[in-house]
T-cell receptor, first 111, second 112 residues
Framework: AQSVTQLDSHVSVSEGTPVLLRCNYS??????LFWYVQHPNKGLQLLLK??????LVKGINGFEAEFKKSETSFHLTKPSAHMSDAAEYFCALNYGQNFVFGPGTRLSVLP | DAGVIQSPRHEVTEMGQEVTLRCKPISGHNSLFWYRQTMMRGLELLIY????????DSGMPEDRFSAKMPNASFSTLKIQPSEPRDSAVYFC??????????FGPGTRLTVL
């Protein structure tokens, strides 16, 4: 069975400080991994994806994520948070026709 | 490209009424997904189609829910009869393979 765990339901950071959103996965295979962002009353937007190429993946809006197979992790980071980053973030994995989303992490950015 | 288009954006109906949600996937995409999002249950996959054929409908809650994809550019999700517990945001997503999914803006359904 495949699953995605997001360890923090809510993360709060100050503007200008680093962001770390954690994601761990369980899969019997080598999955593709994704991060999506959802702003209030909006659909999900793809931030970045990993598909067995470089383990450090750069996405939009300054986000990046590192795939660590030994830790089964795919944590999302950003060096400096901006107010506009406040949103819900979802980690997801895909293998074949199986697409699984994590429960989401709500990011708050304080002025 | 206009992206995934969903209609209506908001729907308010009374319990027992039929509700039809519509989705137009991105042109050229051959997979289409319907999701439901609630505070309690998060994002749930209801059903997905590949080349217009339903592949996995194990997430469909019960017989009141049905989905069709008569052609590559249109899909519907129907609830009949609707119940208050069906209130949620319903998302449609499409992908060129079953890899990266692109989401529509969602339909916010309220059943009174």
């Amino acid at each position: 069975a495949q699953s995605v765990t997001q360890l923090d339901s809510h993360v709060s950071v100050s503007e200008g400080t680093p962001v770390l959103l954690r994601c761990n996965y369980s899969s019997s295979y080598s999955p593709s991994l994704f991060w999506y962002v959802q702003h209030p009353n909006k659909g999900l937007q793809l931030l970045l994806k990993y598909t067995s190429a470089a383990t450090l993946v750069k996405g939009i809006n300054g986000f990046e994520a590192e795939f660590k197979k030994s830790e089964t992790s795919f944590h999302l980071t950003k060096p400096s948070a901006h107010m506009s980053d406040a949103a819900e973030y979802f980690c997801a994995l895909n293998y074949g026709q199986n697409f699984v989303f994590g429960p989401g992490t709500r990011l708050s950015v304080l002025p | 490209d206009a992206g995934v288009i969903q209609s209506p954006r908001h729907e308010v109906t009374e319990m027992g009424q039929e509700v039809t949600l519509r989705c137009k996937p991105i042109s050229g995409h051959n997979s289409l997904f319907w999701y439901r999002q609630t505070m309690m249950r998060g994002l749930e996959l209801l059903i997905y189609f590949n080349n217009n054929v339903p592949i996995d409908d194990s997430g469909m809650p019960e017989d009141r829910f049905s989905a069709k994809m008569p052609n590559a550019s249109f899909s519907t999700l129907k609830i009949q009869p609707s119940e208050p517990r069906d209130s949620a945001v319903y998302f449609c997503a499409s992908s060129e393979t079953t890899d990266t999914q692109y989401f529509g803006p969602g339909t916010r359904l309220t059943v009174l």
